[in-house]
Nanobody
Framework: QVQLVESGGGSVQAGGSLRLSCVAS????????MAWFRQAPGKEREGVAF????????NYADSTKGRFAISQDLAKNTVYLQMNSLRPEDTAMYYC???????????????????WGQGTQVTVSS
């Protein structure tokens, strides 16, 4: 049974930093595509960062490029999202997502991910 468990959310002031963690279990971690999504109240869930651990491939949404960094620890089956220079508009529930194997479709489409965590809340105040 595949499980994704996020942690690390919290409340920070604008300009601050947070690091989110997603621990995966129940599958071969390094061979599955993973991503971080977020969803603010009243808005669609949007992808913010992507990683394919097998080759270390990463990609970022335009809104997070240069501020967020996704990384992996294969020994711990964990993906991280380092978030710097946080803005109030980054406030959202952040979700970890995974797919079986490499991602051949649009990496920013939530429908392309099979597994989801329960989410961790990030709140950025101005």
């Amino acid at each position: 049974q595949v499980q994704l468990v996020e942690s690390g959310g919290g409340s920070v002031q604008a300009g601050g930093s947070l690091r989110l963690s997603c621990v995966a279990s129940g599958y071969t971690f390094r061979r599955n595509s993973m991503a971080w999504f977020r969803q603010a109240p009243g808005k669609e869930r949007e992808g913010v960062a992507f990683i394919y651990p097998y080759v270390g491939l990463t990609n970022y949404a335009d809104s997070t490029k240069g501020r967020f960094a996704i990384s992996q620890d294969l020994a711990k089956n964990t993906v991280y999202l380092q978030m710097n220079s946080l803005r109030p508009e980054d406030t959202a529930m952040y979700y970890c997502a995974a797919n079986d194997g490499p991602m051949y479709g649009n990496i920013w489409m939530k429908e392309n991910y099979k597994y989801w965590g329960q989410g961790t809340q990030v709140t950025v105040s101005s």
